[in-house]
């Protein structure tokens, strides 16, 4: 690839989930850029090479391969891509620290310290700098400190334009965005550099989607969304642990309640709890955020969120307890599904991890199915190999269980054929909706007795 013909070098540290999608469709929309994707892990690198692409993402491929060896390369030197490079993404990983001051809360800036340094060394020319991990708000400032004491004379400007992608659904979300907020400094250098950032974008994005602001209101708005998001799960869910006592059915309220155009009808399904990498991380870190400026009371609010989404976990289990007449010692137990979502093979806070690991406390069997993840699944469960079981078909799963679990709200799990299921289950069989997914009067019909969320179990007892 001559690197010369190109209008621009737009360079990514980071080839995650975020890097990897988000610089395939800058690539595919905008022939006249050259897009480098950087990582320090050589395997997703050569994985990103290849037609197995290191994470599964519905249409990722296709995307991947209209600006592969066009204008869209993966490369493990970060050193000499540093250089060359006039806009710098940075997508690396900002996990919740787990040592020292506030850890399980504050975020781990490692990583992210650790590329600016990198960019500071192996720079020679002024360049723009976008922060695309989700970060604390104000560490633009901490970024611009280590950047702009340069003694090479070299200017750093440093922007704001958090990724609002979501796993499953990264393609759609990244063609056509809801919006893209791109912060800045409000000063003429920092103006400039956004324009930029926005330019690259309006390539494809109507303009109207593209917010500006200053550049700590878009660091915070990205947290307030996950923030949001994740609340709106936790409300409906503190409601499922309340219908379950009162007959009263959460799909009813939650359809009732969300007919009010003021509250709107998404994210308003009652499940197993919320997992990914980013909601329980984002509020964690908002958390300590407001501690940190005192804000107590703010603090806790937000904290709330993350703790019914514990409860949820945690009652999930009690009910399984409950209904196997509270012993599940030795009892085979299927769960089908091992994502936090549909549509992605990431694990990263599945519930099923903490489902699995207290189903193991109690000595059940435990066997897993999935159709994308089972290989995280086994990193997520390592060391564990008594009573645990890794099956790619979900009849198989089900072969003899007692139960079985939905834990991830594949179409899949949809389609099966519960008759045939049930027919090979030790009997009583039971199944637990975790996702409200299923119909639950049939499979009661079959002879399941069926404990859904946040509605009345249908069960053949007296
Ligand atoms: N996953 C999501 O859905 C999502 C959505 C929006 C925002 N975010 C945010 O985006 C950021 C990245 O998330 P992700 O899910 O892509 O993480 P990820 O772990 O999938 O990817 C991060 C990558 O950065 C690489 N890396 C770390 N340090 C590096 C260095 N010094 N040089 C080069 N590469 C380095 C890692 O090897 C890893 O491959 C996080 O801040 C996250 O909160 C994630």
Same mark, same amino acid.
């Given at each position: 690839m001559e690197a010369q013909k190109f209008e621009k070098h737009i360079l990514c540290i980071g080839a995650g989930y975020v890097g990897g999608p988000t610089m395939a469709m800058i690539a595919a929309k905008c022939p006249q850029y050259l897009v480098t994707v950087v990582d320090i892990n050589s395997e997703k690198i050569k994985a990103w090479q290849t037609d197995e692409l290191p994470i599964y993402e519905p249409g990722l491929l296709d995307v991947v391969k209209i600006a592969r060896g066009r204008n869209l390369v993966f490369s493990t030197n970060v050193e000499e891509n540093i250089n060359k490079a006039d806009i710098i993404f940075v997508s690396v990983n900002t996990p919740t620290k787990t040592f020292g001051e506030g850890a399980g809360k504050s975020a781990d800036l490692q990583y992210w310290e650790k590329t600016a340094r990198d960019i500071l060394k192996f720079s020679d020319s002024d360049k723009i700098i976008v922060e695309k991990s989700t970060l604390p708000v104000r560490t633009a400032s901490a970024m611009e400190r280590i950047l702009n004491t340069n003694q090479k004379g070299i200017h750093f400007e440093v922007i704001s334009n958090p990724e609002f992608l979501a796993e499953g659904t990264a393609v759609a979300d990244l063609k056509s965005p809801d919006r893209v907020l791109i912060g800045s400094r409000e000063t003429e250098s920092g103006i400039k550099a956004r324009n930029e950032v926005v330019d690259v974008y309006a390539n494809w994005v109507p303009r109207e989607r593209i917010i500006t602001s200053n550049i700590w209101s878009s660091e915070l708005s990205k947290l307030v969304a996950n923030a949001f998001l994740a609340q709106r799960i936790s409300s409906i869910n503190s409601i499922s642990a309340l219908c379950e006592q009162t007959e009263a059915d959460v799909s009813e309220v939650a359809n009732a309640v969300g007919q009010d155009t003021r509250i709107g009808n998404k994210f308003l399904n009652a499940s197993v709890g919320f997992g990914g990498s980013c909601f329980k991380k984002d509020i964690l870190n908002l958390v300590y955020i407001c501690e940190s400026y005192g804000l107590k009371e703010v603090a806790s609010y937000w904290e709330s969120v993350v703790r019914i989404n514990e409860y949820q976990e945690h009652r999930f289990v009690q009910t399984m307890m409950r209904a196997l007449f509270n012993t599940i010692a030795n009892k085979r137990i299927a769960l089908l599904g091992f994502a936090f979502k549909a549509n992605t093979g990431d694990t990263r806070e599945s519930p099923a991890i903490y489902i699995t690991?207290?189903?193991?406390?109690?000595? *059940?069997?435990?066997?897993?199915?999935?159709?994308?993840?089972l290989n995280n699944a086994r990193h997520d469960l390592?060391?564990?190999?008594?009573?645990?079981?890794?099956?790619?078909?979900?009849?198989? *799963?089900?072969?003899?269980?007692?139960a079985i679990a939905i834990i991830t709200e594949w179409e899949l799990y949809k389609k099966l054929d519960y008759k045939k299921i049930f027919e090979t289950m030790t009997k009583p069989a039971f199944i637990f909706d975790g996702r409200n997914i299923l119909d639950h009067q049939k499979l009661y019909e079959i002879g399941f007795n069926v404990y859904p969320i946040g509605k009345a179990a249908k069960t053949h007892f007296k």
């Open positions: 690991q207290q189903l193991l406390e109690e000595q *059940a069997h435990v066997v897993i199915t999935d159709p994308q993840a390592e060391g564990i190999t008594k009573n645990l079981e890794f099956e790619t078909d979900p009849y198989k *799963a089900a072969e003899n269980a007692h």
